[in-house]
């Protein structure tokens, strides 16, 4: 049984940078796809970013492209989700997911396996 625990939230002003790592437990990590989803207050659940099994392919959602980096170190069993430029529109409670699948999917359905969350809030 896989578990996944992420780390690295907080309370940051808009313009500046925070950095999430996703650490797993209890399978081979490089078996498996990894992602980033997140949820703001009131909303539903949303795609951030994903990162193929192999690694070679990502995948982000519109709103965070080319502010957000996703990688991930096979050999420590992480995943990390840079943030920069942050807005107060990302404040959110951020999730890491990991799915069987090897593509890097942006479907929540395709993610077996997620994290407790982490808060992550951006003041203007």
């Known amino acids: 049984q896989a578990q996944l625990v992420e780390s690295g939230g907080g309370l940051v002003q808009a313009g500046g940078s925070l950095r999430l790592s996703c650490v797993a437990s209890?399978?081979?990590s490089g078996w498996y796809s990894r992602a980033w989803f997140r949820q703001a207050p009131g909303k539903t659940r949303?795609?951030?970013?994903?990162?193929?099994?192999?690694?070679?392919?990502?995948n982000y959602a519109d709103s965070v492209k080319d502010r957000f980096t996703i990688s991930r170190d096979n050999a420590k069993a992480t995943v990390d989700l840079q943030m920069n430029s942050l807005k107060p529109g990302d404040t959110a409670v951020y999730y890491c997911?990991?799915?069987?699948?090897?593509?890097?999917?942006?479907?929540?359905?395709?993610?077996?396996?997620w994290g407790q969350g982490t808060q992550v809030t951006v003041s203007s």
């Open positions: 997911a990991a799915s069987r699948r090897q593509i890097a999917s942006n479907s929540e359905s395709d993610y077996r396996y």
């Open positions: 209890g399978y081979t």
């Open positions: 949303e795609f951030v970013a994903a990162n193929s099994r192999s690694g070679g392919s990502t």
